[in-house]
């Protein structure tokens, strides 16, 4: 489920919300696998931050997505890592509909407000900032950001864009991968991935 959804946004669901939910659906099939065999083979450790999505009120699950969803750092380290390691194709395919969705120009990332949680850019900087705000100690110039899972509405043709070139390329990467492998001689299975 999309993190807007989770959330209760207001507002009509769009086709992003759909494709969210896609790619979350590829990064639960990539780490706990496709059949039954590849789910007996599940490192517990790798699956931590995914299991995430299954327990809690819909708002902790919310924020947990937002957080693994903020940036390619977190979404590399807390979800990719999990992949099985034979699901390449999976891993590229959801790291490009991550892109398109979480990191087009615009509406980068997932978090509301990353600067209050972000570290001091330099000590000068920051003197300079706390010597021209107001007095109280808030700064008058500072705006909320705008969430950027609503902003991104707003590029949706060049996002779906991006959504379905990531398809394109994931669908000819593996009709390749079909054409090119060896097949098994004599046993009717074909080897593993």
Known sequence: MSIHNLEGAPGKRSVLDDWESLLYLICWLGTFGINSEDR???????????EKWRHGTMKSIAHCKRNQMDNIVNFTRLILAGFQEKYKLLKLLATNIYMALFQHDGCEGAYLDTEDIAAPYSYALAVADMLNEPQGGQSSSKQPKPDPLAVRKEYEKEIVDEFLKAIRAATEAAEDYCMLRPTAQGSGTAPNQ
């Open 40 to 50: 007996d083979n599940i490192n517990k450790k790798k699956t931590a931050e995914i």
